[in-house]
């Protein structure tokens, strides 16, 4: 009886602390969220993903469809200009020099955007590594001349999808300025002209077409905000019809690449076929 006793008041203080541990947990969410400055609204339930390789190519693992990642597609299109242009400073850089600014761009980018995430959900974060300080200075150049215009958060690392074709993850989804947008953080190594990222703009499209697909919203704005590694902020804005033409242009190449894979494939179960 007393054994009996003792399991029982052992499974009622396992559910209290339970049922402590749950309201700390929204606690500190809600302190977090206080900490932050920024106004929290979960207005969509966004899903989980988990990413994958898929013939050596990154793709989004979600709903039970393997798609591909909006940058992968932007990267099998791009055009024969800029495929020349990026070829043309590899061999002027030279391989293995071309390499590592390339790494060293991508580890700053990752640094940058981990700070920021950390600042909109009012943890902090603090890496005192020479490249964390420098991708701090840069991150606080776009909190201070960027974020001051976020009203509201949707959601951060957000993944997005649209079903069968293609599949992302932005940075913020929420109001920006007064209106809703899809928001995403860059690095670059130098300051940029509107004209040359227009992939970028194509990328804020995929996005901004996969959120009004699944959740029934209207978002036509898209938000750029971006700093140099010598900490040069810049903003860029893409909205109404400008920003359809970008849809329109991202459509085609996924539509593209879903072809080139398609006849790959057939290309490739031809070879098969020969062999048997």
Known sequence: MDTEKNRFNKLQQEQRDLDESYQQSKRNKKERENLSNYKFNKLYDYPRSMRTLVGGKRHYDIREEKLPSVTTILSACQSPEKKASLAAWKAKMGNEAADKVRDTAAERGTAMHKY????????????????????????????????????????????????????????????????????????????????????????????????????????????????????????????GSEFVRYQHAFLKKADQYHQNCTQEKKGQDTKNDQKV
């Open 116 to 239: 920021l995430e950390h600042h909109i959900d009012g943890t902090g974060l603090k890496d005192l590594t020479p490249l964390g300080v420098q991708a701090e200075t840069m991150a606080n150049k776009i909190i201070e001349s960027g974020l001051k215009d976020l009203e509201e958060v949707w959601g951060q690392e957000v993944t997005l999808y649209y079903p069968g074709l293609y599949a992302g993850a932005t940075d913020v989804v929420g109001i920006f300025d007064g209106q809703p947008a899809i928001i995403d953080f860059k690095q670059s190594n130098k300051p940029k002209r509107r004209e040359w990222i227009e992939d970028y703009f194509e990328q804020l499209g995929a996005y901004c077409m996969a959120h009004n697909y699944v959740y029934g919203t209207k978002i036509q704005s898209g938000i750029i905000l971006m700093c140099t590694k010598d900490f040069m902020f810049q903003k860029f804005e893409v909205s």
